[in-house]
């Protein structure tokens, strides 16, 4: 349901900033903000309807669900989506794109990127109730996470313009070691609250910097296509194998030992990506040197052609002045 959810607005997003300006990440803050708030709020209905019953009544987030749920229906109703012509060919289009290096390599290393985050997502809460965690401090690891990511995605423009999106990819994967490594050294679980700080980055900050660059990976009309390729990868594939190997790194070493060797590989791969981007796939970034003379070839010929034209618009309206002269 997230994967199909994200595949459909995401898209929606980028057509409607296209159309009527804005920011993605700025966008895509108010989602953060929503889950900050309604998260501990649904919480504490939780625990307000089961007080004196003996039993967790677990009805109010079912009913806060289908409420806001009920809300966003009525609100994408009158959304002005439009619409884009798809492409004659997607799929033969969508294999031109993926053959290209950078692309396949972003890819590769997204499904690595939701490995990382299925593992976490999975483990969590296994290895916090180990060192003896609240039930409340479980809830909580959400909010820190999605308000410490409020500023990121207002900034999100900026920050991606400055750094590129390969490198914020890279920090990615530097938030998400520190992230799984800070819980195989605590012994508290409070501690919780710094390392969740990383949370920001590795996941929301992510998704919004991996979603943009697919924009600018594809053409206007794989655009979508790609973003859903992307999400399948992501929170499909990589967080499924990512649970799946993390079950057998805990049964064989422990929880404590599983989370830090999935630390160490976490820092393994951002560096890899990090060094591939530098020899091979930075070339990519940028347009080669003929395509950049043939750009500016382009721009000083349309000036030249502004140039005549105003020249003889000038020289036509001299024309037209002497003669109306000559007839006064």
Request: with cysteine; net charge neutral.
């Amino acid at each position: 349901m997230l994967t199909a959810t994200l595949t459909i607005t995401d898209p929606i997003a980028l057509t409607m900033i296209e159309q009527h300006g804005g920011d993605f990440g700025r966008e895509k803050l108010y989602s953060s903000a929503g889950m900050a708030i309604f998260t501990p709020l649904t919480g504490l209905m939780i625990d307000y309807y089961s007080s004196g019953t003996g039993d967790t009544n677990y009805r109010p987030a079912f009913y806060t669900y289908d409420v806001l749920l009920g809300l966003s229906l009525i609100s994408v109703v009158f959304l002005p989506v439009g619409h884009k012509q798809p492409s004659e060919s997607i799929i033969k289009h969508l294999f031109k794109v993926l053959r290209l290096p950078h692309v396949l390599m972003f890819i590769f290393f997204l499904f690595f990127l939701g490995a990382f985050w299925g593992f976490i997502e999975s483990y969590l809460f296994v290895i916090m109730k180990e060192m003896g965690s609240p039930n409340y401090l479980l809830g909580l690891t959400y909010t820190v996470g999605t308000v410490a990511s409020i500023p990121m995605m207002y900034l999100t423009g900026p920050i991606t313009r400055w750094a590129g999106h390969v490198n914020l990819l890279v920090v990615a994967f530097l938030a998400h070691a520190l992230r799984i490594l800070g819980y195989s050294f605590i012994d508290n679980p409070f501690w919780c609250f710094p390392i969740e700080l990383n949370e920001a980055i590795s996941c929301y900050f992510m998704w919004v910097v991996a979603t943009t660059y697919c924009a600018v990976l594809a053409p206007n009309n794989l655009v979508a296509t790609l973003i859903g390729v992307s999400g399948m990868v992501h929170f499909c594939l990589g967080k499924g194998v990512g649970s799946f190997v993390g079950g057998f790194l805990i049964a064989e070493h422990g929880t404590r030992m599983g989370f830090r060797y999935t630390g160490y590989i976490a820092l393994v791969c951002g560096a890899c990506y990090k060094l591939l981007h530098l020899v091979w796939l930075k070339k990519y970034d940028k347009p080669s040197k003929e395509e950049a003379a043939e750009d500016d070839q382009t721009v000083l010929q349309t000036m030249l052609e502004k140039r005549v034209s105003l020249v003889l618009a000038g020289e036509k309206f001299a024309g037209w002045t002497e003669s109306s002269k000559s007839a006064a």
